[in-house]
C-alpha cells in the first residue's frame, strides 16, 4: 500500500523538530493528507487528540521534557497507527511497543509515509496474532464526543449463543463490543438461521434507523466477553445532536452491507472449507491472539452446516497446517493460507469498513446527508 493511500486521512505530528516537522507537513500535504498540528509537546498532543478526529500519526520520541510514550499509549489503545520518529541519541522504545515500526532520524519522510501507509492498511486486515489490536468503533469519532456517548453506557458481560437483539421486536439497546464477538444471523420459518455478519469491537449492534424499530434480523453472541450497552432511545438522542455520529453511523451501516453481500458470496457458491477459513479470518481480526476458544456445533449453528461437515473441515485446514484445532479451540497456524482458501470473499469488506470509517469531514458539505429524522 503506497503513501497515496493517506489522501483524505488526518495524520497528526508530534515533532520536536522544526525542521524535521516542516518536511513531514510538506510531504503529507503533497499526498493529499491533513495535517493535525505539527505539535511539539505532550500536552498539546493529548489536547488535539481528545478534540478532534485522528486517523495516523508520526511520533517524535523526546519532546524536550516529556517523553512521547503517554501519546503513543493512547493511539494504540484507540488503534490508530502511527510510527516513531527516532535519533540516534534518543532513548529506545520500550517493549511494550515493540512491535511498533520505527524511522530514524534524519527523516526519509517518503519511507515514513509509506511505511505509515502500510500499518494503516493492515490495521483492520491483519489479526491480533500479528500484533494489531482491533480498532473501536467509538474511536473514529472526537476523543470528547466518543466520552459522552461513554457515560451513558454500561458495561456488561455476555455469553456465547445469548440473543441480544430478537427479530421483529423494537431495538431497546444498542451494543459496543469490547472483547465479545457477535454475529447478525438472517432468519426465516422452518430454515436455519445463518450468519450475514460479524461485529467485534469495531463496530455496534444498530440496524434501525429511528428509535422504535423494529429488528429485522437476530444479533447472536458467538465469543462471549465484555460489550458497551445504552439505551437506544439514548444512542438516538445523542445521535440527532451529532452530524459526525450520524454519518459515521452511515458509513458502518454501507460496510455492513458489503458483509452482507460476501457473506451471500460464501455461503452460496464456496466449500464448507473456503467458508469456515473466511469465518477463522473475521473471528481473528475481532480478537486479540492466536486462540479461538469456540465449539464445532456453535460453528456449524451460524454457518447453516452439520457438525459432521465442521469437524471433517477443521481436520482438512489442520492438515494443510492452517490451523491446529483442539476440542472448543482453534489455534491460527497460518493467517496467508486461511485466506487463500476463503478465495476473494474475505479482504473486499475489510478494506472496505477501512475506506468508509476513514472518511473525513463528517456532516461537512459534499459527504451524505444526515440520516436520522427531525
Known amino acids: 500500500m503506497g503513501a497515496a493511500s493517506l489522501a483524505g486521512k488526518r495524520i497528526l505530528i508530534i515533532e520536536n523538530d522544526d525542521f524535521v516537522a516542516h518536511d513531514l507537513v510538506s510531504a503529507i500535504s ?5 495535517v493535525m498540528g505539527p505539535v511539539a509537546s ?10 478532534d478526529q485522528i486517523d495516523a500519526a508520526v511520533l517524535d520520541i523526546n519532546l524536550r521534557a516529556d517523553m512521547v510514550f503517554p501519546a503513543a499509549a493512547q493511539l494504540r489503545e484507540r488503534g490508530i497507527p502511527f510510527v516513531f520518529a527516532r535519533g540516534q541519541e534518543q532513548a529506545s522504545v520500550p517493549d511494550a511497543f515493540g512491535p511498533v515500526l520505527r524511522a530514524e532520524k534524519p527523516l526519509d519522510t517518503d519511507q515514513v509515509l509509506s511505511v505509515l501507509a502500510q500499518r494503516a492498511g493492515d490495521q483492520l486486515t491483519r489479526g491480533a496474532g500479528d500484533g494489531a489490536p482491533p480498532r473501536s468503533f467509538l474511536s473514529w469519532l472526537p476523543t470528547s464526543e466518543a466520552n459522552d456517548i ?11 449463543r445469548d440473543v441480544l437483539i430478537v427479530e421483529d421486536q423494537p431495538i431497546r439497546k444498542i451494543y459496543f463490543p469490547e472483547t465479545a464477538v457477535l454475529t447478525v444471523l438472517a432468519t426465516g420459518t422452518n430454515m436455519r438461521p445463518i450468519d450475514a455478519a460479524m461485529i467485534g469491537p469495531e463496530g455496534m449492534t444498530d440496524m434501525a434507523h429511528y428509535d422504535g424499530d423494529r429488528a429485522p434480523l437476530r444479533t447472536f453472541v458467538l465469543i462471549g466477553g465484555r460489550m458497551k450497552q445504552i439505551a437506544a432511545e439514548t444512542f438516538f438522542s445523542l445521535a440527532q445532536r451529532s452530524p459526525r455520529l450520524q454519518s459515521l453511523i452511515a458509513n458502518y451501516r454501507e460496510t455492513i452491507a458489503v458483509q452482507f453481500a460476501f457473506a451471500a458470496l460464501a455461503h452460496g457458491t464456496m466449500t ?7 469465518f477463522i479470518l473475521m473471528v481473528q481480526d475481532r480478537l486479540q491472539g492466536e486462540d479461538i476458544l469456540i465449539v464445532h456445533n456453535l460453528i456449524a449453528d451460524v454457518l447453516a ?4 461437515g465442521i469437524t471433517t473441515a477443521l481436520h482438512v485446514l489442520e492438515g494443510m497446517g492452517a490451523i491446529k484445532s483442539v476440542r472448543g479451540r482453534i489455534i491460527i497456524r497460518n493467517r496467508t493460507l486461511l485466506r487463500e482458501l ?6 473486499v469488506a475489510e478494506r472496505e469498513y477501512l475506506r468508509m470509517m476513514s472518511r473525513p469531514g463528517y456532516g461537512e458539505a459534499g459527504l451524505r446527508q444526515p440520516i436520522m429524522g427531525g
Open 272 to 278: 464448507i472449507e473456503g467458508r469456515l477459513a473466511r
Open 342 to 347: 476463503a478465495d476473494g470473499s474475505y479482504g
Open 150 to 160: 461513554l457515560s451513558f453506557c454500561e458495561s456488561v458481560e455476555c455469553d456465547a
Open 42 to 51: 505532550l500536552s498539546a498532543a493529548c489536547d488535539l487528540m481528545a478534540a
Open 30 to 34: 503533497e499526498i493529499g493528507g491533513i
Open 305 to 308: 452446516v452439520r457438525r459432521s
